[in-house]
């Protein structure tokens, strides 16, 4: 089953959204923990910065499974890479243009 344009492009928009998220908690990981390291932050400050940065993994892992084929809603799953499939699991319907 092929996907309208507007489908595709919005199944595209969505793993942009995606991979953005993710490089932006990884890079604030990276920032947490190097104020953490290089500043003696108080107690109530570690637990802040952790507690943000778990509502930022939460909410990219809630983006990434809000993602459902527009065809039959399948969950679209991705590959370890973080790289959209080829094609619906349970349709078949591809998930790029012809």
Same mark, same amino acid.
């Given at each position: 089953? &092929?996907?309208?344009?507007a489908q595709l492009k919005g199944i595209h928009a969505w793993r942009r959204r995606v991979v953005i998220l993710? %490089? /932006?908690t990884m890079g604030a990981a990276? /920032? /947490?923990w190097a104020v953490a390291a290089a500043f003696a932050l108080p107690l109530a400050a570690q637990i802040a910065l952790g507690a943000l940065l778990l509502a930022l993994l939460g909410f990219a892992i809630a983006t990434m499974h809000r993602g459902k084929c527009p065809s039959c809603g399948q969950p %679209?799953?991705? &590959?370890p890479r973080i790289e959209l499939p080829l094609a619906c699991s349970r349709c078949r319907a591809?998930?790029?243009s012809a």
């Open positions: 089953m &092929a996907l309208t344009e993710w %490089i /932006v990276i /920032v /947490v %679209i799953r991705f &590959a591809s998930f790029y």
